[in-house]
């Protein structure tokens, strides 16, 4: 009976450190680590020096400055007591906010786009940083609001409106790669 009994215990703790882990999702293990240090009263040198780390590189962390590795964290985890591979999972989450940042940086989200919008090129092949005065020129002119809003938000409010500021002289054309 006692085995089940730890069992539960152990499942309450998993799914409270689970929760807990997803409220930080996305934030520099380094920012959570700071915040932890200052709720135990621990100072960031001497913590430093108790897990033999330099205090600059730990400083640089827990200002979100630098990445967190694996060896660190195991380090960090240890002497505060933390569940293992809290701080890395931390810094995974952290590095795949920030890849999924870039990644919606690279072009704006098409599906927003009607496809009628981009009828004589293929939307999924176009350079949406060489293409930037026909892309915009055309939303502006045949888009509707959505896509209009999208066009704004991917290239920024100064960008569009210095290129509908300038006359051109030819016919402009969306091409693919």
């Known amino acids: 009976m006692k085995k089940v009994n730890d069992f539960n215990v152990n499942k309450f703790v998993y799914i409270w450190y689970m929760d ?17 240090l200052k709720k135990r009263f621990i100072k960031q040198r001497p913590f430093a020096m108790a897990i033999q780390e330099h205090p600059q590189t730990l400083n640089a962390i827990t200002k979100g400055k630098r990445n967190l590795n694996t060896s660190l964290a195991l380090k ?83 960008k569009v409106d210095k290129i509908l500021r300038t006359k051109t002289r030819k016919p402009y054309t969306v091409s693919s790669k």
């Open 20 to 36: 807990d882990l997803f409220r930080y999702k996305g934030i520099h293990p380094g920012i959570v680590l700071k915040r932890e």
């Open 76 to 158: 960090i985890e240890r002497e505060l007591g933390l569940e293992e591979g809290t701080l890395a999972i931390l810094q995974t989450y952290y590095e795949i906010r920030r890849e999924k940042m870039k990644m919606q940086l690279q072009s704006p989200n098409i599906s927003l786009f009607r496809k009628s919008l981009f009828w004589d090129t293929d939307i999924d092949h176009i350079d949406w940083h060489k293409q930037s005065k026909a892309v915009i020129k055309r939303v502006f002119e045949r888009g509707n609001e959505t896509e209009k809003k999208e066009i704004i938000r991917f290239y920024g409010r100064p």
